[in-house]
């Protein structure tokens, strides 16, 4: 009983989530619901401040300093795509009362995985959220794209959960145990049926952060699905799929860390590579995003790879400026319409700077922050993981992702080349959009600012990962 | 020392005029003329702030002066900023030169006014940054954080090839960059600080300097620039606008020349030794070809834009003699070169916004339509090729003698280099001023307005100031220069 104490964030999410499905049916208001659940999650929040650190349910739900700093940054995550979906629903054909549902459902999901410190917490958590993503990623009915992203969605994600499963087993079978905690005491090295779970598991994870070569879903599904959930995808399950994956390389794989150092390794220099190149050829800016979001996961998965202090404050401090990042690009991406019809491709832009000034300014300097160019905060981001990088030895790590820095730069040039130098097109109509400007202009700010005060995101950071070290 | 944070402040006024600049809403013929007066009065109260320094600069302090320092990211990375006998001069060519550029384009710039004032205050607070940090990480944001606004100003204001030039240019200097930045990180990891003040008396190992030297150098080679990779230069140059080209060639470049001064010889004497035969080689190979290369020249800014690279040629060389003449020549080339070579390129302007071409061919004859810009354009065309009386002489001259007290040979390379220059300048003056007036567009030219007058007449003063009477600057730099060669001599011992 003690144990729901614990949990009483997911508990009144659920509660929450639970009660407006069923107003829903009876109160027409989509507004007021979506409104509610921003507010709910505004509570949660704040109940998850409030948390005493304990773990629940013998030690298979864990609430500490890492979950706490990353529940906090996904339900942020979560309340930015409400507040894109409220700014877009009528036009984007998805005017359906059970969008923030489904969203405050997959974030119960998110905040599961992050808090989960058991083989079979963590898959439920996993299933919650993904299974709310994938109806979310399918909710335009009428478009065809949208359909394709679930469907697609759907089935490689219930291969990956598949994978998943499998390699749970197989880590169950030669540890005898689901809790990571007693797998990281009974421990093997020697034996070969753990190294052979460890890496189905990290094929299922990997697909959840979309990092190569996992990634194929990625772009399909971020260009098929309505903006304001492409964006929560970009947000939220991105970063609880990293906290899920560290606490589970570290808690109970932490001694035997040479094996998965490597896997690791390598799939983040194969995002951050082909994430430089094939964003090249992109038109389409959700596709671009999605490549982009690929890239940033290679550079986050150094901090990983690093298996030290340094890497994961480093992974910490990446994330946030990502999730930044991320939230004005969207909403910026929403800004984008025009009577009535929204514009997502990279010729749309085209001089656009004639037109929207402020905005257009804004969103090239958060361009230059995704490249990494300093002094905005992108840069940071990306100084932290050389510096865990090159602190463990990884100059090679760290050499490839500065060429890949640079490659990168490249395509985030280019939206500033069609914005700025290309002839201009007509006006947009989305700056009337309030909701839109509460999102955008607050985070570009402060990735703007960010280098004249780094210190809170790095205190923030290194509060995290102490219960994780 | 003064109590007030005087670097801090220089760095941060543009900043402040920027949020001036974006209250101004409207986007009429008016509001631009407010936003130009606006952003020409602030980068000029830049400049008499930065003046204020000379006066309260001590001359016989070889360290740094109006130091700050606060803590910033975490420990070992702090807001740091100082500057001595080196800088100081830097700081006050970048002041001065943004408000000319202002000037400069007050008629060129037609369209989307308050984006191209707003780039030249962000790239002022960059530059001034580079001169004055004296922390690794800070100077690499300054260093690096110069090139959004320069993407900027070339891409939108430059000419039909602008969006390959401004990629060029971006990419080039980027990537020569990051290594750098994986050499800070190193130096950061390894001993905990990126201080400039502890690390100049720090003593790397022979192997790290070798490392570190080579990703250091790969960035300011690609800046400042030296053969092979020069070729970003005349594209960047080609397409920027006028006021782009002369912060380019008197305030950029120099970041780079700077960056040795401080960072390459001052943290690694001893990989500097080994390779400074490599470093002469390189510059010698610049100078000589990239002379040749702006004799063929067919357009005027292209032209300039090699004799840079040549120009810059001789920096290097002076540098990396490691003797008192060699950097302060090297120091005085690029002050002068800042002076000079922007002028030139402000010469230049003056000549496109009425004809509208860079041609060489389509000029000829100015001299009896337009006697006083004749007049400087000769200045500069003569301190270019450096004639004694000009700045140009008094930096080459200590270079080559310099470099001939270390090796005869590349120093009777380089002075052919002198004689190339005096080729390409004269005769591109030959070209445009002197012989008959026979083209009919050109019987429209009027000469130098009084606005152009205003930007020409501080410039001519000082490359004459200079050149005659160079004492003051030397003795401004000379304690500094002392102290880094002393520093050098007691480490490679």
Known sequence: MQSLVYILPEIFLFIVATVLLVTGLFLKNIKLINLLAIFSLLVAVFLILNQPFQSAFLNSFVVDEFSLVLKVMILIGSIASLIMFVSSKDDLNINIYEFPILIIFSTIGMMVMVSANDLLAMFIGLELQSLSLYVLAALNRNSLLSSEAGIKYFILGALSSGLLLFGISYIYGFSGNTNFNLIAVNINPESLGLIIGIVFVLAGLAFKVSAVPFHMWTPDVYQGAPTPITGFFALAPKIAAMGLLVRFLFNSFGEIYIDWQQIIFFISIASMMLAAFAAIAQTNLKRLMAYSSIGHIGYALIGVACFTDEGLRSLLIYLMIYLIMNIAVFAFLLSLKRNDGYFENISDLSGMHKNHPLRTMLIALIMFSLAGIPPLAGFFGKFYIFVAAIESEMLFLAIIGVIASVISAFYYLRIVKVMYFDEPKEEFDGSSIKSLNLLYYPSSILIIIFFIYPSPVINISEYAIQSII | ?493
């Not at chain 2, 790239?123 to 900027?152: N, R």
């Not at chain 2, 920096?315 to 070169?337: D, W």
């Not at chain 2, 700045?391 to 380089?414: D, K, M, P, Q």
């Open chain 2, 1 to 493: 020392m003064s109590e007030i944070p005087i670097l801090s402040i220089l760095i941060f006024i543009p900043v402040v005029g920027i949020f001036f600049m974006l209250l101004i809403r409207n986007n009429d013929d008016q509001s631009s003329q407010n936003l130009k007066h606006t952003a020409l009065w602030i980068t000029f109260l830049n400049f008499i702030i930065s003046l204020s320094l000379l006066f309260s600069f001590d001359l016989n302090n070889p360290d740094f002066q109006f130091v700050e320092k606060y803590a910033w990211i975490e420990s070992g990375i702090s807001y740091h900023l100082g500057i001595d006998g080196v800088s100081i001069l830097f700081v006050i060519l970048t002041t001065m030169l943004v408000p000319i550029c202002i000037l400069a384009s007050y008629e060129s710039i037609k369209f989307s006014v308050k984006e191209y004032l707003i780039s030249f205050l962000a790239l002022e607070t960059f530059m001034i940054g580079v001169f004055c940090s004296l922390d690794l990480v800070l100077f690499y944001l300054f260093f690096e954080g110069g090139l959004i606004p320069m993407f900027l100003i070339i891409g939108i204001w430059g000419g039909e090839r602008r969006v390959y030039s401004t990629f060029k240019f971006f990419l080039y200097t980027l990537a020569g960059s990051v290594f750098m930045l994986l050499a800070i990180i190193y130096i950061f990891i390894s001993t905990g600080t990126t201080d400039v003040e502890t690390l100049l008396v720090y003593n790397f190992t022979a192997n790290e300097q070798l490392i570190l030297w080579i990703a250091f150098f790969t960035s300011f080679m690609v800046k400042i620039p030296m053969w092979p990779f020069h070729t970003w230069l005349p594209d960047a140059h080609v397409e920027a606008p006028t006021a782009g080209s002369v912060i380019l060639a008197g305030v950029l470049l120099k970041m780079a020349g700077y960056g040795f001064i401080r960072f390459s010889i001052g943290f690694f004497p001893d990989a500097s030794e080994f390779f400074a035969p490599f470093i002469f080689s390189l510059s010698v190979i610049a100078i000589i070809v990239t002379s040749l290369i702006a004799l063929v020249q067919e357009d005027m800014k292209k032209l300039i834009a090699y004799s840079s690279v040549a120009h810059m040629g001789f920096v290097t060389l002076g540098i990396f003699t490691f003797t008192v003449q060699g950097i302060e020549g090297g120091i005085i080339q690029m002050i002068s070169h800042g002076i000079v070579s922007a002028a030139l390129f402000l010469c230049v302007g003056v000549v496109y916004d009425r004809l509208h071409t860079r041609e060489i061919a389509r000029y000829g004859g100015l001299v009896s339509k337009m006697p006083f810009y004749s007049f400087s354009f000769m200045i500069f065309i003569l301190a270019s090729l450096g004639l004694p009386g000009t700045s140009g002489f008094v930096g080459e001259f200590l270079v080559l003698l310099s470099i001939f007290t270390v090796n005869t040979y590349f120093a009777i390379f380089a002075t052919t280099g002198v004689v190339l220059a005096a080729t390409y300048s004269l005769w591109l003056y030959r070209r445009i001023i002197f012989g008959a007036l026979i083209k009919d567009d050109l019987s429209e030219m009027f000469d130098l307005t009084r606005r152009e007058i205003i930007i020409f007449l501080p410039l001519i003063i000082l490359t004459v100031f200079i050149g005659l009477y160079p004492k003051p600057i030397i003795n401004i730099i000379e304690p500094s220069t002392e102290k880094i060669v002393n520093q050098i001599k007691v480490k490679l011992d």
